[in-house]
DNA sequence: ACCATCAATTCCACGATGTGGAATTCGATG
DNA sequence: CATCGAATTCCACATCGTGGAATTGATGGT
């Protein structure tokens, strides 16, 4: 990805800036709960996993376990209710009692009603995909999406999928967006995860520069390289949460006047968009809209 | 105003006084993952407090744990992002990871989008707070709710909140409805955890008997004694999951008459209800709706 | 201020429990 | 039918989780 010299910067992004604390990691690792880590890992790796769900494998390869360990877990958290399984495609996804427990959760601060709003009209004037995202550990969350007119990506990012901060445009926009030395830390912790994605923790590095020189991030698939991303990240994110707004679309929709068109308006809307952030007050234990 | 007996309030019997008696492990032993299990069950818990959240030690007793272990493994769960804690109150509620599993974790069928007019319906008709229900578990989870013009209880059930099966009106809708060998099954299952809501397998059998013999449960609160649900269960369930509808009110407002007059509107929502769920097809993988 | 009481937290020796390499079964593909 | 990779089962070993006991902290009564 190169940068096209003309497009200039949007906004400032205002670098290391404090996020509030939010860290909960630094749990001594001698801490007897070992399974219990690994279950949850195991859970995100199926909430990364797209379309029909995940196989043993590839959730044993990524949660790091051994076949036999990841397939002991895998039919405990089965018989639990937290993931369910497809018997023929011997697959696993999120169980219902995941969703009853999000029932339950509800967050502080309700970041979809929010910005409802805001990825309507993007999508009404683009007419592609606009997707909310946010950060949730060493991943970027898919908060919530509008689906545009125009063509969708084949396997396209639904509402609740992970992946590792820096992969695609929306991901990329919110690891960019935070403190330097939040960034690589959360480059070093995902080092074994990009090279999946055709990635190193190298390249994401120059990307995070050049999104943050640029002010807003540009990805050309590189895993489908029909699509394109455009991303910018949210002020100071959402309720202390970094996010950011995304558009997605085919390559060839996304030429580098469109690209800067899109950034524009992308930028227009994260600011109204601090605005109402900056004035909405804190949602304190309201269960989720219905 | 004199109840028929299955209306009389039951008489609040102390709340756990003695814990003499420390079964340890009513966990059936299954191959190789005890400690997943115990920590599944902290969040069920969890998820079954209400206000401000629960203390270490309701959630050991409830979960059938010794302390330091509840403790220890409260701790992972919390590191993870899948409880969070209130350190001036010490007390724990689900955290931000299980919301954003939830988004993932999609019903095959939305039961809340399919019940919301008939919640409204309810709502607008007794004037009272309306509630949807279903079976999870051993446990009945309050999957919606819609609150009527008048006075709710002081500490209202809130969506995602469980209680054992058989507790309250809308929950021991769902019971009745089981099979009898599911309803032993659950009842024995719940055993150790009815009395703390002041009640036994015993009295619990015999609230099936007359709820299946009415047709409809009616419960004079027995936790806070000033309230009084009515709860029909509905038809087969929902996709094949049990469920009911309840409406709950201070105990004034639901003297006899009235609460013949909400069973009626209850039986003819649910009716309705009923043909609705018969012809709506699966939704296979949608997201919440927004 | 002081003690009494109960919850939360830390410690640690013990052994049950989870581990993963190896072997076996299953399922898809040519 | 043969081949290969994935899924599943087995099992001896020692790591990891366990819970009783001790310590610290918070609360409230007098």
Same mark, same amino acid.
């Given at each position: ?21 939010r860290?909960?990691d ?6 007897g ?10 859970l ?9 769900? +995940? ?7 990524g @949660?790091?376990l ?18 369910e ?20 959760? /509800? ?8 910005c ?52 695609g445009? =929306? ?11 939040? %960034?690589d @830390? %959360? ?18 590095r120059?990307?995070v ?15 489908v ?7 910018? /990240?949210?002020?100071n =994110? ?12 085919? +390559? ?9 068109? %899109? ?11 601090? +605005? ?8 304190p ?6």
């Amino acid at each position: 990805m190169t940068l096209p010299p003309y497009l200039a910067p949007v906004s400032r992004i205002d670098l290391d800036r404090s996020w509030g604390l939010r860290l909960m990691d630094p749990l001594p690792p001698a801490d007897g709960a070992r399974v219990v880590r690994r279950a949850v890992s195991l859970l995100r790796e199926v909430s990364a996993s797209r379309g029909n769900g +995940a196989t043993l494998k590839m959730l044993a390869d990524g @949660a790091g376990l051994a076949q036999p360990t990841a397939h002991r877990l895998l039919k405990v958290l089965q018989a639990e209710g937290l993931l369910e399984r497809d018997p023929a495609s011997r697959t696993y996804r999120l169980g219902s009692l995941l969703y009853e427990f999000g029932l339950a959760a /509800a967050p502080r601060v309700d970041a979809r009603r929010l910005c409802a709003g805001t990825l309507e009209r993007i999508t009404e004037a683009v007419g592609d995909t606009t997707y909310l995202n946010c950060r949730s550990g060493d991943d970027a969350l898919c908060l919530d999406r509008r689906e545009g007119a125009s063509e969708i990506p084949a396997l396209p990012i639904e509402i609740g999928n992970r992946r590792p901060l820096g992969v695609g445009a =929306g991901s990329l926009a919110v690891l960019a967006s935070l403190p330097s030395s939040e %960034v690589d @830390a %959360v480059i070093a912790a995902n080092a074994g995860r990009y090279r999946r994605h055709g990635l190193t923790a190298e390249r994401i590095r120059t990307y995070v520069e050049a999104t943050r020189a640029r002010g807003f991030a540009i990805t050309s698939g590189r895993i489908v390289a029909r699509y394109r991303g455009v991303a910018i /990240a949210i002020g100071n =994110g959402i309720g202390g949460t970094p996010a950011s707004l995304s558009v997605v679309a085919v +390559a060839e929709r996304l030429d580098l006047r469109r690209i800067e068109l %899109v950034a524009r308006l992308l930028a227009r809307e994260e600011k109204a968009l601090r +605005a109402i952030l900056a004035i909405e007050p804190e949602n304190p234990r309201k269960g989720i809209a219905p």
